[in-house]
């Protein structure tokens, strides 16, 4: 029910913007987030978005990453700017109802994730 995209290679310093998909309009008064897991570390919070549009992010994602959302369309999309090497990792988007901002386990549906590479 979450397709995500937009993954790919980039250079350090270079912009990506990641999307997710939803079907059912159910999900436009969901919390949605990212989330990310880099190989051999565990799932982290990236950022979220309320249905009213209040960000959350990652401390150290503030100012580069923009959380956005379409509930119109069904959509969410993370701008991602100025990367660095340490956020390569999947790229995971999540929704449900009685999610936790920051708590993967709260989550209920989860895209297939989509890899970020970013090269120095």
């Known amino acids: 029910q979450l397709q995500a995209s937009g993954g790919g290679l980039v250079q350090a310093g270079d912009s990506l913007k990641l999307s997710c998909a939803a079907s059912?309009?159910?999900?436009?008064?969901?919390?949605m987030g990212w989330f990310r897991q880099a190989s051999g570390k565990e799932r982290e919070f990236v950022a979220a978005i309320s249905w009213d549009d209040i960000t959350y992010y990652k401390d150290s994602v503030k100012g580069r990453f923009t959380i956005s959302r379409d509930n119109a369309k069904n959509t969410m999309d993370l701008q991602m700017n100025t990367v660095k090497p340490e956020d390569t990792a999947i790229y995971y988007c999540a929704t449900g109802r009685y999610a936790t901002v920051q708590l993967a386990t709260s989550y209920d549906y989860w895209g297939q994730g989509t890899l970020v590479t970013v090269s120095s």
């Open positions: 059912g309009a159910i999900f436009s008064h969901y919390l």
